[in-house]
């Protein structure tokens, strides 16, 4: 579960971060790396289910996951590692490596001319989320029951990001040079939608559209998002 998922991270990072790999073609690998794993996990009928998956998972080393305990328990442990994931990340954030980080988001070159290997502190990152995302994966599977190929594709990484912005449109990652909020402008407007209660998912989705193209027309930038 952690093992497995670090260790193909651990490769595929230092193979690109060494060589200053970045931006779109990071994008463009690892996406190609999800094609390769679904096409290996078809291939693979005999050990993986091929295109249905590992359907019908109803024991863990004997133990029924079906009962109302098991459920219960699955729950609290879900709870209690996503609490411990998140304390993980935030102690991570505020100590040195967090600034280190936080610097390279914003200026990486600056951190690598102040003496900084910056390739060490993206592959870190990139291993530690292949970890917490294989986590993820095995109490998912034990939760629903079954494992699908389509989970491991292209589409569940890019569906978001397609819906950014339309055709031929470029996603804002800020509304400014002093615009100081990390994240951009479709995912903030996003975020803070889903907050709202009592809001349906048609009304999340028109409100988004509306006030991304809003926001972005007024610093002179076409971005309607195509949701």
Same mark, same amino acid.
């Given at each position: 579960?952690?093992?497995?998922?670090?260790?193909?991270?651990?490769a595929i990072s230092y193979a690109m971060f060494k060589r200053r790999v970045g931006g779109v073609y990071f994008a463009i690998i690892t996406q190609a790396v999800a094609l390769i794993l679904t096409v290996l996990?078809?291939?693979?009928?005999?050990?993986?289910?091929?295109?249905?998956?590992?359907t019908d998972?109803?024991?863990?080393?004997?133990?029924d996951t079906r009962t109302d305990s098991a459920k219960y328990i699955l729950y609290y442990l879900c709870v209690?590692?996503? $609490?411990?994931?998140? &304390?993980?990340? %935030?102690?991570i954030q505020?100590?040195?490596?967090?600034t280190l980080l936080l610097a390279m988001r914003d200026k990486e070159d600056r951190v690598r001319f102040s003496g900084y290997d910056v390739a060490n502190f993206r592959i870190f990152v990139f291993c530690l989320a292949a970890a917490l995302s294989g986590i993820g994966?095995?109490?998912?599977?034990?939760?629903?029951?079954?494992?699908?190929?389509?989970?491991?594709?292209?589409?569940?990484?890019?569906?978001?990001?397609?819906y950014a912005a339309g055709e031929g449109q470029r996603a804002l990652d800020r509304l400014g040079a002093?615009?100081? $909020?990390?994240?951009? &402008?479709?995912? %903030?407007?996003?975020?803070?939608?889903?907050?709202?209660?009592?809001?349906?998912?048609?009304d999340v989705l028109f409100s988004v559209r509306e006030q991304v193209?809003?926001?972005?027309?007024?610093?002179?930038?076409?971005?309607?998002?195509a949701v």
């Amino acid at each position: 579960i952690l093992v497995v998922p670090a260790a193909l991270a651990f490769a595929i990072s230092y193979a690109m971060f060494k060589r200053r790999v970045g931006g779109v073609y990071f994008a463009i690998i690892t996406q190609a790396v999800a094609l390769i794993l679904t096409v290996l996990i078809i291939g693979q009928q005999g050990y993986t289910g091929g295109v249905n998956g590992m359907t019908d998972l109803k024991t863990v080393l004997g133990w029924d996951t079906r009962t109302d305990s098991a459920k219960y328990i699955l729950y609290y442990l879900c709870v209690a590692l996503l $609490v411990g994931s998140i &304390l993980l990340c %935030r102690w991570i954030q505020t100590g040195k490596a967090g600034t280190l980080l936080l610097a390279m988001r914003d200026k990486e070159d600056r951190v690598r001319f102040s003496g900084y290997d910056v390739a060490n502190f993206r592959i870190f990152v990139f291993c530690l989320a292949a970890a917490l995302s294989g986590i993820g994966g095995a109490l998912f599977t034990l939760q629903v029951g079954f494992m699908s190929p389509s989970f491991v594709g292209i589409v569940p990484s890019i569906e978001m990001v397609i819906y950014a912005a339309g055709e031929g449109q470029r996603a804002l990652d800020r509304l400014g040079a002093d615009d100081a $909020v990390a994240n951009g &402008l479709f995912t %903030r407007v996003f975020v803070a939608e889903m907050k709202r209660k009592g809001a349906t998912v048609r009304d999340v989705l028109f409100s988004v559209r509306e006030q991304v193209a809003t926001l972005a027309e007024r610093v002179g930038h076409e971005q309607v998002p195509a949701v």
